[in-house]
């Protein structure tokens, strides 16, 4: 049985043992089976003063013991992954769970000027693991390799770690482009890898810093 899996489309299945623990989003479990505990686990200093800094701060606690572990979050669909040696650039809330031997930190996503508008900040996973993201809707995976990608920011949930980024101004033509505010920038992504995006935007301000 996978580490981790999906019940449905909107639960994560997470296999527990000892020896494997698992950081989690606060208050995203509805059940488990068998002894598992959870606990408060806050960032590390560092990492808590980058989440002040940039609102891309993750609420996180730590499931521990053996057994079978469900995962949710106010009933959006669910994106298992995992990880081989590779590392994933993430909306931070878009987290839903990852393995605890993952290294993770808040860093600035290069190419973007904080003049665009655009989340400057994700959560970057790295290392050999597993992962659980939650999308607003049935996301979509992208494959970079095929053509350049173009993204608008608000729908973005993760992208591979080392893709080229670079912000694209479009003319700003009302509602046409995007939704609501007629956005002029995308995030246009190119190279190996792959882009998730989510059928419906964050709410945030035009000009904020994305958390």
Known sequence: MDRMSKHGSKIAKVVMQPGMDLFC??????AYEGLIDFNAQPP????????????EGVPLMTATGQGLLYLADYGKEVIVLQMSNEALSVNGKNILAFDAHLQWNI???RGVSMLSGMGM?????RGSGW???????????????????????DALVAFTEGLRVEPRRTARLGGLI????????QLGFSGQGFVVVQP?????PTFSVRG
């Not at 900040?121 to 996973?125: A, G, R």
């Open 44 to 55: 590390q200093l560092g990492r808590m003063a980058a989440s002040w800094a940039t609102g």
């Open 107 to 109: 860093e600035k996503v």
């Open 131 to 153: 992962v659980a993201l939650t999308s607003k809707g049935n996301p979509v995976m992208l494959d970079t390799r095929e053509a350049p990608t173009f993204v608008d920011t």
């Open 178 to 185: 995007g939704r609501g505010s007629g956005e002029a920038f």
């Open 121 to 125: 900040f994700n959560v970057v996973l």
């Open 25 to 30: 989003r606060v208050g995203s479990m509805i």
């Open 200 to 204: 419906s935007e964050d709410e945030r």
